[in-house]
């Protein structure tokens, strides 16, 4: 038991579900694995119902999971910070609960996800701001980085049996196929029609699984329809597409785990995706000034470093078509090609990323060690 069991974690959903879902996913972990009390204040509820379906949006405080979720507005009054608090994604700590904080308080920054290398100096450093001070905890790919969320039975959680697939496929009312299966979440401005026109043209079956979401309406227009919905399956040549509900976090990493291939965007259905141990195309949050390619070349290059050459090749131009305007049928045809090697490259990547230490248990003892006045390494 740690000496400091009662940790505050700040979430502001800025846009989509990236911050929610990792603050919902570290709360988690944090009270299951190191038995934390934890708090997590959400400045919208509403989202956050989407990630967590037993959310009651009336009610200002409420435990669900054994997490205390609070609805953060501007009247929420604060009586006394946490010993540690996680300030997730620079959201920015209202000055009512600043007030509270002690020098001692161990106050962290929860930085996004990058693969770049400036991240392994940034990592852990720190500034004053009066008389407290701000750590900077940046999550990445290698020992000196924060790491990777990631629970601690996930591989074995990603390893279903046949009956578990089974009845995964079931609760979404849609048989266990022996086809090749893809999953798509991914941003609208991805060039999906082109990625759909090239999975019908292929010459074998595919599935393809879209949780509803932004992206119905671009799926929709290449089938030349106004709409679709839940629980519709078409087909066009070799392409079955199924529109399938917006899953919980769970449903979701087993939709991963029952696919060929999935498509990501973001962080956190990134992480996800890796843990799968599965094939997957990663289409990183859009920024200005062409950072998110940055941020994709420097993933792929960590990542790819020892993959065959060919496979590798075929990764790089997916990749690169899919954050274009254009994929063509033999862009991802090669791909396709290659998944023999890419499924079992993606396995031993994802064992080996899964050798670190995760990011919660770095959190817990980063902010013993900032309690304990004990320098990072
Ligand atoms: O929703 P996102 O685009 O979130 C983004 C990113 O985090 C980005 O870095 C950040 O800057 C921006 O938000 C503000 O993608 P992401 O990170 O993958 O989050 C999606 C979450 O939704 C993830 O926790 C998985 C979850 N999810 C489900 O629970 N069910 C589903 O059916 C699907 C498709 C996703």
Known sequence: MLNHPHWDIFCKIVD???DIGVCWRLAQQ????????????????????????????????????GISIIAWDANTE????????IESFACELPQAYLNTMQPSTVWINLEYLSAESWVDDFHANSSKRGALTRHFFFPGFTPSTGGLLREHDIIQQSNQSPAQNKAFWNDLNLPANPHLKVSLFCYPHAPIAGL????????????????????????????????????????????SLHVIPFLSQNGYDQLLANCDINFVRGEDSWIRAIWAGKPFIWQPY?????THIKKLHAFLDIFFGSCESTAKISTYNLHNAWQTAVITTETWQDYLAELPTLKSYHMQQ???LAQQTDLATKLVIFSEKVIKNIPEN
């Open 16 to 18: 989509n579900f990236g």
């Open 286 to 290: 859009l920024q200005t000034e062409q």
């Open 78 to 85: 604060f009586t006394n910070a946490a010993p540690v608090v």
């Open 196 to 239: 759909l026109s090239a999975m019908a043209a292929f010459n074998q079956p595919v599935h393809c699984y879209v949780p509803a979401g932004s992206i119905l309406t671009n799926v929709a227009n290449f089938f030349g329809r106004a709409a679709l919905q839940i629980g519709d399956t078409i087909t066009q040549q070799n392409l």
């Open 30 to 65: 944090l009270h299951n694995e190191h038995q934390l009390t934890v708090q997590l204040y959400i400045d919208d509820l509403q989202v956050a119902k989407q990630l967590i379906p037993a959310i009651d949006t009336s009610r200002s405080k409420q435990i669900i999971q």
């Open 350 to 352: 994802r064992n080996l």
